[in-house]
Structures are given as C-alpha cells and as structure tokens.
T-cell receptor, first 117, second 109 residues
Framework: AAGVIQSPRHLIKEKRETATLKCYPI?????VYWYQQGPGQDPQFLISFYEKMQSDKGSIPDRFSAQQFSDYHSELNMSSLELGDSALYFC????????????????FGPGTRLTVL | DAKTTQPNSMESNEEEPVHLPCNHSTISGTDYIHWYRQLPSQGPEYVIHGLTSNVNNRMASLAIAEDRKSSTLILHRATLRDAAVYYC??????????FGTGTSLTVIP
C-alpha cells in the first residue's frame, strides 16, 4: 500500500539559510499534518491543512510557513534557520471523515532529518 | 487541553503480556483515546483507538476504565519488534494530536 512520502530524507543547512521540505500524502487523503521532533523530544504539532486550507495551527515559528497544493502535496518552508531547528520533521496524512469526526487515524511518513550547522 | 500521564519507561520479557497504563483524568465526553507507537528512527504508527468500550485489533487491545479517566494498552505477547515509545493521545480541538512524553518499552529476550 502507498505510504506518505517525504523528501528529502536528509538535509544539511547553514544558519540563516532557508529549507523546503516536501510531503506527498497517501492518495485520496485530504488532510496533511506537520510535526517537529527535536533530539530526545516528543513530536510537536506544527500545522495542518484540510482541502488546501490551513485547519489547525500549533507551535509553528513565524519563520516557518506551509501550504497544501492542488494535488494535495504539502511543503514546509523554513527561513532564517537556527541551530535549534535541527530536528526530525514528520508529515502525516489522513482522510477526514465527513462531519469532522474526532477520530481520524494519521499515517506518518519516514521523516526528514534537518541538520542546521 | 486534555493531558495524558504515562510512566516514562517499562520493561517486559519477550513473549509475555505487557500492560501500558495511561491516565487522562481531564478527558472530555467526546475525546477518543488514541495509541501510537514510534519505533527507533521511524515515524509514529497507529496502534489502536477507542471511545468507551474495550477494543481489540491484530496489534493490541485497549481497556478503557468505566469513568474513562484511564486506559491500558495491552500487548498480548511482547516481541523484540514491539520495543518502542508508546504514546497515549487525546485529540485536542480540531485534528491536532498532542503527544505526551510516552512510555519507552524495552523487551528483554
């Protein structure tokens, strides 16, 4: 079965540079989520999109932005990178049930490991 | 936001059952209880979820207390591949997942 695809899998950047992470959700999934997991930390929710519109916002820094495109893939843009941005970035996708059910299984990708030097 | 409390770590012998507890005393009436696990160097993966009744699937069972203030994830026969961090999650507003600290499960051969 098709899974969530993230690219690149590894990325090394210098401080103050920009980075773009890409996420391709499972086909027919309409919702995409972004999470950040620092070293030894638990995943922290950043932002989510439903049908190309931002649906929820978590602890996403102002230096980061994201969007979901017409083909449902999503990109997380990170500017003015800081050392503290070094982390695993996970994308997850789900099919939001009609009516906004409080249950929706999220399928996670393998993550992008960002290292800021 | 509804929070969960889990032990930081647990150990189990291989092929023995494992009971992973979770307290969620501030759960609201419509909150589903989700369990995900994260194997080393991988993204979290779904394990099981429930609302009020106990649930079983091929991976695990979920026992939910009658007052819903706690739940227990049961792995019937732990294998080495079950070594992971297990997260008990209550969904906050919208579709956000807030991962707590999770329980790191070590399976001893």
């Amino acid at each position: 079965a098709a899974g969530v695809i993230q690219s690149p899998r590894h990325l090394i950047k210098e401080k103050r540079e920009t980075a773009t992470l890409k996420c391709y959700p499972i086909p027919r999934h309409d919702t995409v989520y972004w999470y950040q997991q620092g070293p030894g930390q638990d995943p922290q929710f950043l932002i989510s999109f439903y049908e190309k519109m931002q649906s929820d916002k978590g602890s996403i820094p102002d230096r980061f932005s994201a969007q979901q495109f017409s083909d449902y893939h999503s990109e997380l843009n990170m500017s003015s990178l800081e050392l503290g941005d070094s982390a695993l970035y996970f994308c997850a996708s789900s099919l939001l049930l009609a009516g906004g059910s409080s249950y929706n299984e999220q399928f996670f990708g393998p993550g992008t490991r960002l290292t800021v030097l | 936001d509804a929070k969960t409390t889990q032990p930081n770590s647990m150990e189990s012998n291989e092929e023995e059952p494992v009971h992973l507890p979770c307290n969620h005393s501030t759960i609201s009436g419509t909150d589903y209880i989700h369990w995900y696990r994260q194997l080393p160097s991988q993204g979290p993966e779904y394990v099981i979820h429930g609302l009020t009744s106990n649930v079983n699937n091929r991976m695990a069972s979920l026992a939910i207390a009658e007052d819903r203030k706690s739940s227990t994830l049961i792995l019937h026969r732990a294998t080495l591949r079950d070594a992971a961090v297990y997260y008990c999650i209550l969904k906050y507003t919208g579709n956000q997942f807030y991962f707590g600290t999770g329980t790191s499960l070590t399976v001893i051969p």
